[in-house]
């Protein structure tokens, strides 16, 4: 079993930046690829970017390419997310996610494991 509470959401500016954590309870974190998705008002939640047990492989979302960051420590069962030059349309309620496999999964349905999200808005 895995708790995961999400951090650091907030209100920033167009053009700004945040950093999310994602704090995990559990011995076996560091076996586990995490992922961040999002969810905006009245749209499905969306992938947004994920990261092996290891931390040496990453795949983001398109949309979030080359703006986002995903890291983790394992030391600390911590995943962040660093996400710069922040635009109005990533305004949502971004939620962690844990999966047990191997697999760097891209679909709500390859998560075994949910935070209850943090609410980031960005204003234009």
């Known amino acids: 079993q895995v708790q995961l509470v999400e951090s650091g959401g907030g209100l920033v500016q167009a053009g700004g930046s945040l950093r999310l954590s994602c704090a995990a309870s559990?011995?076996?974190?560091?076996?586990?690829?995490m992922a961040w998705f999002r969810q905006a008002p009245g749209k499905e939640r969306e992938f947004v970017a994920v990261?092996?047990?290891?931390?040496?492989?990453?795949y983001y979302a398109g949309s979030v390419k080359g703006r986002f960051t995903i890291s983790r420590d394992n030391a600390k069962n911590t995943v962040y997310l660093q996400m710069n030059s922040l635009k109005p349309e990533d305004t949502a309620v971004y939620y962690c996610?844990?999966?047990?496999?191997?697999?760097?999964?891209?679909?709500?349905?390859?998560?075994?494991?949910w935070g209850q999200g943090t609410q980031v808005t960005i204003s234009s």
């Open positions: 996610a844990a999966d047990p496999g191997l697999r760097l999964g891209v679909r709500l349905g390859d998560y075994d494991y």
């Open positions: 559990g011995r076996t974190f560091s076996r586990y690829s």
């Open positions: 990261i092996s047990w290891s931390g040496s492989n990453t």
